[in-house]
């Protein structure tokens, strides 16, 4: 299972030095339960200092939130993959609903930002979901295997997929930041069609040790619940994931 933490455009260095400080003495006493990982994805310019702040050994790992495809080069503003790694990352946010509708990343934007990740021995943790335009016009699996399929379908890409540890996230965009969550029965009904075709691209062994996390206005009092749903293997929380005492309240509900 994993508990992540998307802080978006929240928190400079200082807070998230002080975030990591938090969470880190909290889970040295209360452990997060056995399988549990727990990752936190800071802005890129508050990565290294989250990283600075972690004692060494400590049960957390740190992501970004968006890289370059190129690994370095006359691309002004970006980051990429291998600065992010160096920076103190090991996982890597790619397909974020913000990212496709607010800066109008693309299915192939996306392969490319999960073939850089993979080049720098980031994990990917692949976003998709449906508008509630797309849901109610009964669109939820086309919408959900065109773009997961985006990433498998390759064959030079899913062959390195099925050897890595990635993971996918399902994100409803009608539930993030709306306070509006998808019910444990629709969270699980997403993950069963994500898994179906995770395991017809990858076989089954591979495909069911993908986890699928849920993600979309998950808090501290509706986490244990979405957890327990069938086929959720974590959550990707955003706005209750800046507070450390809720994001604590929410690894405590998964163990
Ligand atoms: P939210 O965001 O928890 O604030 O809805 C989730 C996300 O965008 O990853």
Known sequence: ?????????????????????????ALAEMPAGEGTEVVAFPPALSL?????????????????????????GAFTGESSAELAREAGAE?????????RTLFGETDAEVVRRVEAALRAGLRPLVCV????????????????????D??????????RLGGTAFAVAYEPVWAIGTG?????????????????????RLGPGPADG????????????????????????????GGASLDPQAFLGILRAAS
């Open 150 to 159: 985006a990433v498998l379908a390759p064959p030079g890409l899913r062959d």
């Open 48 to 72: 290294h200092a989250a990283a600075l702040a972690r004692p060494k050994g400590a049960p957390l790992a740190l992501g970004v939130q968006q890289v370059h495809p190129a690994a370095s």
């Open 1 to 25: 299972m994993i508990i992540a933490g998307n802080w978006k455009l929240n928190l400079g260095p200082a807070g998230a030095a002080d975030w990591v400080r938090t969470v880190t003495t």
């Open 210 to 237: 993908v986890p699928i996390l849920y993600g979309g206005s998950v808090n501290p009092e509706n986490a244990a619940d979405l957890l327990s749903a069938p086929g959720v293997g974590g959550v990707l929380v």
């Open 129 to 148: 979901g449906e508008t509630l335009e797309e849901r109610r016009a009964g669109r939820l699996e086309e919408v959900l295997v065109r773009q997961l």
């Open 180 to 200: 509006e969550t998808a019910t444990p029965k629709d969270a699980s009904e997403a993950h069963a069609l994500l898994l179906h075709l995770l395991r017809a």
């Open 91 to 99: 996982w890597c946010l790619v397909g974020h609903s913000e990212r």
